[in-house]
Nanobody, 120 residues
């Protein structure tokens, strides 16, 4: 069984920071952790799910959506089965459900999401 569990969401004021965490568990992930990219996506009410950030299996190569560059940082410790999304200078437009994504050989796995609400 493959499972991704997010945590760390909440309600904050504009300008505040949050750190989201995602932990992958299950034999699928533990077997292929060396071959798994991880990322974050978000979906605001009435909008499509959109890419936020991604990090490769090595933890070295990252990519970000333009809207979050310079404010968000994705990291991945040596354990490989965890990823963090540090979100600074949050804006009301960052309000969304944030989903963790694990991709192994073209197959996507998703968490249940964690809600981030930013008020002005």
């Amino acid at each position: 069984q493959a499972q991704l569990v997010e945590s760390g969401g909440g309600s904050v004021q504009a300008g505040d920071s949050l750190r989201l965490s995602c932990v992958a568990s299950g034999r699928t992930f533990s077997t292929f952790d060396y071959d798994m990219d991880m990322g974050w996506y978000r979906q605001a009410p009435g909008k499509e799910r959109e890419f936020v950030a991604r990090i490769d299996w090595s933890g070295v190569n990252t990519s970000y959506a333009e809207a979050v560059k310079g404010r968000f940082t994705i990291t991945r410790p040596n354990t490989k089965l965890t990823t963090y999304l540090r979100m600074n200078s949050l804006k009301p437009e960052d309000t969304a459900m944030y989903y963790c994504n694990g991709r192994i050989r073209g197959v996507d796995y998703w968490g249940q999401g964690t809600q981030v609400t930013v008020s002005s």
